[in-house]
Each structure stands twice: as C-alpha cells, then as structure tokens.
C-alpha cells in the first residue's frame, strides 16, 4: 500500500484539505528530490503505520508494569517488546526507549551521572560537537562547565592526544564522544583508557552512527561506554527519538533520569514503531543496508574529492561526508542555495580550520532508496557541474527527477 494512496483515500483530505495538501507536498518534495541531509532517513510504510495508530492516544507515565494510567496492558507490551529488541540488537543489558529525541536521550545521561557545575569534556562545537555538548544556547552549556577538545587542523582526525592532556589538566567527570559531522569511527576503547585514566564517566552520544552499528557497519560503543546515547531516526530508519543504553548498575539511574526527572508520559506511538524498527534493523537485509550505507558514502567522498572538493580526512569510513566546496569558487552557503535549486538537498557544517562553512551530506536516505555506487558516482559529477556553473539548475532539476522516479522511496 502506498503511502500517497493511503493519505489521498484518507479522511485526512476530505476533512482538511489544506492539510493533506501539505503532507502531499512534502511527500512530492522527498520523493523527487535527492535527501542528502545527513541525519535524515525514509522510515518504512510499517514504521509509518504504527506512528500513526491508536497508540498516539494513550497516555502512560513510568514504565511497563508501573504506570501512573490504568489501561496500559497493550502499550506495556509495546515498550517491553522495543526494550528487549534494543537490548539484543545492541547487546545491551539495559535500554530505555522513551526519551522523545537524541537531546533528550543526552539530557538524561547528563542527569543521571552529574550535577550542576560538573565539568565535562566533549568535542567543541566548532569541530562537530553537539548543542548538547556545551553550546551556550542550549541546558548543557549553562548548567555544566564544558571544556572542548577538537580535531588535527592538517588531517581534521580527532586529536586523542590532545584528549587525553584536556582529561588529565581538566579532570572531568564525564567524557563524551559523538558528533554530528565526524565522519571517521571512533576509537570507544582509547576513549575508555582516557576515561579510566581520570575517573571519568564516557557518555558516548552515537545519534549519527548507531544504524551503523546496529548492521555490524560500525564498530559498537557499548562495550565500552557507561551511557550510550542515539537517536532511532538517523541511519537506524526508525521513528523520530531518542534511546539509553547501559549497565544493569545504571539501568535505575537511567530509567530515573527520563522519567519523572526530565520527561513526562511517553509517546507509546513513536516506542511501538521504535520497536518495528529494532525489529527491521536486525534482519540481515539491514546488515547489507548498513553497509551499501558506508560502500556509497566512500563512493561519493571519492568521487567529490576527484572533482576537487577538499574532502575531510580525505574520506569516510561512515555514511557521513563533509567537503570544502572553494576549490570550485563558492562557499559552503552559496553551494547549498545553488544545489537546493538543483534538488541536491544537503547543508552547511563548520569545516575543522579557518572560518568558511563546508557542506555536510551522508548516504542513508538515498542508499534506502536502492541508489548504489553507479548513482553516486553521477552524483559527485552533477554536484560539481552545478557548483562550477556548468549546468543550469532547472536542467539538473529534471535530471534529478528523473533519477528519484526510477528509485521512489515508497513505491505504490
Ligand atoms: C542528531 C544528534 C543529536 C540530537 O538529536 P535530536 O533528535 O535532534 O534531538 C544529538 N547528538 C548528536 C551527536 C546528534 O548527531
């Protein structure tokens, strides 16, 4: 069943017209436009259906087996069935499946191992930390005394060293590793050393990766952290949120941290279709996704840098890709307008030296679309064309369209 079909035949339309206009819209507009946004992905129609199901009704506070709700017997099913898929997709002894977003999930990590005034060492925010790793604007900044590590100017590789010699001056009491543009893995053990080292918590905040994980693309923090953050609509193709891994030591600190702490009811829509997801992420068709994920992402990296983009790290080992445009003679925001008129949807991301903005973009929708290494290798090429001028970006547009039409990502 299609997902235009089911929402054209939807009551959705004859009740509200100019509503179902703009769902059309934005169906149209991710179906014929090429979703290079790094952080986003295409659910499946499965995963659709349950966010859409009498599950957004009903409201349960706590946890399976103790709700502040009477009528929670089905919703408990759902949340014990997404906990235990987490915990065997992951190998977790504990998850909790309620946090609404990534942010949240790092909230609650934050409140349940520190206090206001801790210190805590994370990535800086120009090198592609998070706004939950010590952004002024955001809780984390103001409630906790963030010092930043970065990454090698000449190489834009996480600078371990430099981690270490930060940890050992600044004796935090968590480190955090993840980041939103980082495209290399990262070294969870070394991060552990270091943590050890000085007594510290790691918090690994695995929002961009865990897809990855979950389809053995990427190698597992959670042997090595005490708290692992992500979020389940990135490269895993979940729902919009956020989940917790942990030790059984900390499972109670953790569930505490979420609710009643920092959360009220959980959404049991969004945890029912959590759970179909886990349960899509381990079939081996989604092993084999995770890794075209990776194979297209160093496809186009490669690509992109023949082209004489100034790739970062010279390449990716995941399904992110961040690029200095200037060898073509625009900037990152000037490059973004001119694809966007194109229908390359992508954005801007801080590059690891000097002021200019680059362009971030990753592999996770398109590769669910059935592109391989063939369409990015066209991809790189039409990317540079349209930032070197070449080609008219209508032009470029219909060639996209063409393209997206023999992919659709919900085929009906
Ligand atoms: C995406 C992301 C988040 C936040 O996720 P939201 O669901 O947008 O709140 C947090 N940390 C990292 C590293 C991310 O990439």
């Given amino acids: 069943m299609s997902v235009t079909h089911t929402l054209e035949a939807d009551v959705l339309r004859r009740q509200d017209p100019q509503l179902a206009d703009i769902l059309l819209g934005e169906l149209d507009r991710q179906s014929t436009t090429l979703q290079l946004v790094a952080a986003e992905n295409f659910t499946s129609p499965a995963v659709l259906a349950a966010l859409g199901s009498s599950l957004a009704n009903k409201y349960a506070e706590g ?3 103790a709700r502040y709700h009477g009528g929670c017997e089905m919703v ?19 998850a909790n499946v309620q946090s609404h977003s990534g942010s949240s999930a790092v909230l609650a990590a934050y409140a349940a191992l520190l206090r206001p005034g801790d210190t805590v060492l994370a990535l800086g925010l120009p090198y592609g930390g998070h706004l939950t790793h010590g952004s002024p604007a955001n809780f984390s900044g103001r409630w906790f005394d963030f010092v930043g590590y970065g990454v090698d100017a000449e190489t834009g590789l996480l600078d371990y060293d430099q981690v270490r010699t930060l940890a050992r001056n600044h004796r935090p009491k968590a480190l955090v590793c993840g980041s939103i ?30 897809g990855l994980v979950a389809g053995g693309a990427a190698p597992s923090p959670v042997p090595y ?16 949120g ?14 505490r941290a979420v609710f009643p702490f920092t959360q009220g009811g959980a959404q049991m829509h969004t945890i029912a279709a959590k759970a179909v997801a886990f349960g899509e992420a381990s079939t081996p068709a989604f092993a084999v996704y995770a890794h075209q994920v990776v194979a297209n992402a160093r496809t186009l990296a490669a690509h992109l840098a023949e082209e004489g983009l100034v790739v970062t790290t010279g390449g990716t080992d995941t399904h992110l890709i961040t690029a200095d445009p200037a060898p073509l003679g625009v900037d990152g925001r000037e490059a973004r307008g001119r694809l966007a008129a194109a229908g390359i949807v992508l954005d801007c991301c801080a590059l690891p030296h000097g002021d200019a903005r680059g362009l971030r973009l990753g592999t996770a929708a398109v590769t669910t679309q059935g592109m391989g290494e063939e369409e990015m290798v066209w991809l790189a090429a039409t990317l540079a064309r349209v930032l070197r001028g070449e080609t008219e970006s209508q032009k470029v547009r219909e060639e996209v369209r063409e393209l997206t039409g023999r992919f659709p990502p919900y085929p009906g």
Avoid: N
């Avoid at 956020?242 to 569930?255: F, Y």
């Fill in 76 to 94: 408990d099913v759902a949340e014990r069935l997404a906990v235990e898929r987490a915990k065997a997709l992951f190998g977790a002894e504990h």
């Fill in 181 to 210: 543009a980082y495209p290399r893995h990262i070294d969870y053990a070394l991060f552990r050393d270091i943590a050890d080292e000085v007594g510290a918590y790691l918090i690994a905040d695995a929002a961009h990766p865990m």
């Fill in 225 to 240: 952290a005490d708290v692992v953050c992500a979020t389940t609509h990135k490269v895993l193709r979940g729902p919009r």
């Fill in 242 to 255: 956020g989940m917790l891994l942990c030790g059984s030591d900390l499972a109670e600190r953790v569930d």
């Fill in 63 to 65: 946890y399976p087996g």
